[in-house]
């Protein structure tokens, strides 16, 4: 079965300081990659998605991700961290072109002054 | 992009009530889904509306707890029936213009059953 895991439930770093948060998907192919951040109260906003080509991609707010096929990873990067980034991260996998998604559990961030 | 109202944002509800939630595009869409976030927890696909005809739900969920409506391509209703407290949850309505793009999602509804 398909399944995303991010291995890190909660995530504290001081701001300023750089952020790699983990994923990584089990899949028969390459699936469609996402990451979704949700502050608190709100939806979630996409931050940035990988369906093919360069295996790195850019997101919005600074943030970049790599795609590793040999690792079935997809992780999340920041080079130095604002106190507003502090949120819940969701990495998301759509397999096969269905517009499903299948989201991990999820890692909290907090972010120290 | 796509500009998703879901309403209402937040309810508290008596147990043995039904709740309907809408959610509303201001666009066309290929794909509309339901997922449940419980407290504390990831989200969870609930079904997928089918405009015109029965949604498809996922391992776990039935249409007599879940009814979902999808009438045309730019609005959908989920309604959560016969509510227990395990029902609370943030319910989000999510959009997706088919191949090669993203997901939308709308801001929930935060449901609490007493």
């Known amino acids: 079965a398909q399944s995303v895991t991010q291995p890190d439930i909660h995530i504290t770093v001081s701001e300023g300081a750089s952020l790699e948060l983990r994923c990584n998907y089990s899949?028969?192919?390459?699936?469609?990659l996402f990451w979704y951040v949700q502050s608190p109260g709100q939806g979630l906003q996409l931050l940035l998605k990988?369906?093919?080509?360069?295996?790195l991609v850019q997101g919005i707010k600074g943030f970049e991700a790599e795609f590793k096929r040999s690792q079935s990873s997809f992780n999340l990067r920041k080079p130095s961290v604002h106190w507003s980034d502090a949120a819940e991260y969701f990495c998301?996998?759509?397999?096969?072109?269905?517009?499903?998604?299948?989201f991990g559990q999820g890692t909290t961030l907090q972010v120290k002054p | 992009s796509a500009v998703i109202s879901q309403k209402p944002s937040r309810d508290i509800c008596q147990r043995g009530t039904s709740l309907t939630i809408q959610c509303q595009v201001d666009?066309?869409?290929?794909?509309m889904f339901w997922y449940r976030q419980q407290p504390g927890q990831s989200l969870t696909l609930i079904a997928t509306?089918?405009?015109?005809?029965?949604?498809?739900?996922e391992s776990g969920f039935v249409i007599d707890k879940f009814p979902i409506s999808r009438p045309n391509l730019t609005f959908s209703t989920l309604t959560v029936s016969n509510m227990s407290p395990e029902d609370s949850s943030i319910y989000l309505c999510?959009?997706?213009?088919?191949?090669?793009?993203?997901?939308?999602f709308g801001q929930g509804t935060r449901l609490t059953v007493v």
């Open positions: 899949y028969g192919a390459t699936p469609y």
């Open positions: 666009s066309q869409v290929t794909m």
């Open positions: 999510s959009v997706s213009r088919g191949v090669n793009t993203e997901a939308f």
């Open positions: 990988y369906f093919s080509g360069d295996t």
């Open positions: 998301a996998v759509e397999p096969s072109n269905t517009g499903k998604l299948i």
């Open positions: 509306a089918n405009q015109g005809s029965e949604a498809t739900y």
